[in-house]
T-cell receptor, first 114, second 117 residues
Framework: GNSVTQMEGPVTLSEEAFLTINCTYT??????LFWYVQYPGEGLQLLLK?????DKGSNKGFEATYRKETTSFHLEKGSVQVSDSAVYFC?????????????FGRGTQLTVWP | DGGITQSPKYLFRKEGQNVTLSCEQN?????MYWYRQDPGQGLRLIYY???????QKGDIAEGYSVSREKKESFPLTVTSAQKNPTAFYLC????????????????FGPGTRLTVL
């Protein structure tokens, strides 16, 4: 089946620290991969995505590379800010399915201190 | 501005009552989705619809019902049969036109927080 596993939080960092949030997946077909971010009390926003192996998605200083050999899509940022404090969700879409649904990880809470 | 609206933002319900959560989109998207979010559990799919007058059960459909009479609207009813309805409910939509590459982005509404008293 399809599933996503994220590193458990919470993750607490000081401002300007390096961030890595691990994400691995299991998929029946060839998935597209996504990172979403959720700020307190809000819905989810797409942060970045990648649709094929070795693609790198990037946005707002965040990056993630689609690694088919390790079935991973780890999120990284070189220097976090207080405003990056949020919950981050890794997700996959099975491109072999016409249903278009997403499968989400459990989310990782990030808190950045000044 | 194009987007997804959900109302109300906060909703309180007495046990035994049905309640309907509204979701409207003006993005001209064919597909719409309802998710439930509980602390530490991520998002779980309740129902989804790929086209008007058609919808499918997701992973946790028991105790919920939906309708899709208009492309723009996908209301969710939480019935009294739902044993633990207190949660944050998120509606999403996507165009679902790029099925080969799966690049379609799902756009989310701001959510409705339902509390059962």
């Amino acid at each position: 089946g399809n599933s996503v596993t994220q590193m458990e939080g919470p993750v607490t960092l000081s401002e300007e620290a390096f961030l890595t949030i691990n994400c691995t997946y299991t998929a029946t077909g060839y998935p597209s991969l996504f990172w979403y971010v959720q700020y307190p009390g809000e819905g989810l926003q797409l942060l970045l995505k990648a649709t094929k192996a070795d693609d790198k998605g990037s946005n707002k200083g965040f990056e993630a590379t689609y690694r088919k050999e390790t079935t991973s899509f780890h999120l990284e940022k070189g220097s976090v800010q207080v405003s990056d404090s949020a919950v981050y969700f890794c997700a996959l879409k099975d491109r072999g399915s016409t249903l278009g649904r997403l499968y989400f990880g459990r989310g990782t809470q990030l808190t950045v201190w000044p | 501005d194009g987007g997804i609206t959900q109302s109300p933002k906060y909703l309180f319900r007495k046990e035994g009552q049905n309640v309907t959560l509204s979701c409207e989109q003006n993005l001209n998207h064919d597909a719409m989705y309802w998710y439930r979010q509980d602390p530490g559990q991520g998002l779980r799919l309740i129902y989804y619809s790929q086209i008007v007058n058609d919808f499918q059960k997701g992973d946790i459909a028991e105790g919920y019902s939906v309708s899709r009479e208009k492309k723009e609207s996908f209301p969710l009813t939480v019935t009294s049969a739902q044993k633990n309805p207190t949660a944050f409910y998120l509606c999403a939509s996507s165009s679902n036109r790029d099925r080969v590459w799966g690049t379609d982005t799902q756009y989310f509404g701001p959510g409705t927080r339902l509390t059962v008293l």
